[in-house]
């Protein structure tokens, strides 16, 4: 006799064709009041084990170690962190009411970004559910970003040698100013950002390629971009893997961003993306990065829209 349960549970497995990467620490964050809604990870879990995601689908990442974020940040900064004896001027960049708890926030969402990349590379696609905080600098958090995961992951990964050449996919509204800053100049990694530029950052860093628009600028020239340079640039640089920043922040009822993307558009974005890649059979790891939109649904329906793109992709 056929055990139906059973086979409903097999489904539910082999519904999402990749890994998702997730922790409760990324929710319990207290930040009070903030615009930065931690609570949207949590959101976006309940919605993936509704859509069919099963308990196994999902990676828990533990804190990432002190030398593997020294790659990176400064042993200075790394003791100002723990100690929390950073300056009003570096609170004041980070944007962040500071705790000792969101040093553990921060380390998590580092490890979780490195367990997702090394699951990239052996399956094919992973998806992190957070990540993305690239305004980090070496010595300093900026814009709600204490330590930039996406370097460390880009980092420790050449390190242990799985890859020589990294492709960074900024999509977030704001610029990746820390990460750019920590690859300037670098010809191992390309650090691609699309954004807005009369937006914070104030004072924009040097991308390997940097494409700014402007407030109300809107989908069709968004796309019009993102298509002029994809798979174009997927096939000049041959990256071994590709980190795609996929903010929800383009959207056009972002509090903080105003390129007034709708949310076809941004699925599009999502398409081209991760489409041409797939076709180049290069690894992406999904980094959900931004989004505060005025009612949380929308960031968290955005989020939800890139994994629904990214698994239709993959089972093709």
Not at 31 to 55: D, E, M, Q
Not at 175 to 187: E, H, L, P
Not at 276 to 286: H, S, T
Request: net charge positive.
């Amino acid at each position: 006799m056929i055990d139906l349960f059973r086979l409903l549970r097999l489904f539910q497995r082999n519904k999402f064709p990749f890994k998702f990467v997730y922790s409760d620490v990324y929710w319990m964050a207290d930040l009070g009041n903030h615009v930065f809604p931690v609570k949207k990870y949590r959101l976006i879990y309940r919605n993936l084990l509704i859509s069919g995601a099963h308990k196994d689908n999902f990676l828990s990442p533990g804190q990432a170690d002190e030398e593997d974020i020294r790659l990176v940040h400064t042993e200075k900064y790394l003791k100002k962190l723990k100690t929390g004896k950073l300056s009003h001027s570096e609170m004041m960049k980070l944007e962040l009411p500071y705790k000792p708890e969101l040093l553990k926030f921060a380390r998590v969402h580092v490890g979780g970004s490195l367990l997702a990349a090394r699951r990239a590379l052996r399956e094919g696609l992973a998806v992190h559910v957070g990540g993305g905080f690239h305004h980090a600098y070496p010595d300093h958090g900026e814009g709600f970003c204490m330590l930039n995961d996406v370097a460390v992951a880009v980092e420790k990964l050449r390190q242990e040698e799985k890859v020589q050449k990294a492709m960074i996919v900024d999509c977030d509204v704001h610029q990746g100013n820390g990460t750019a800053a920590v690859f300037s100049n670098r010809k191992d990694v390309f650090t691609f950002s699309l954004h807005q530029m009369d937006i914070y950052p104030a004072r924009k860093e040097t991308s390997s390629l940097d494409k700014g628009m402007w407030s109300g600028d809107g989908d069709e020239k968004y796309l019009s971009i993102l298509r002029s340079h994809f798979p174009d640039l997927y096939k000049q640089y041959k990256p071994e893997i590709v980190f795609y920043l996929a903010g929800a922040d383009p959207y056009e009822r972002d509090q903080l961003g105003g390129l007034k993307l709708t949310k076809e558009g941004l699925k599009e974005r999502d398409r081209v993306v991760l489409r041409e890649a797939k076709n180049l059979q290069i690894p992406v790891v999904i980094l959900l990065a931004g989004g505060y939109a005025y009612d949380v649904q929308d960031t968290v329906d955005i989020h939800l829209n890139t994994i629904k793109t990214a698994q239709k992709i993959q089972k093709k």
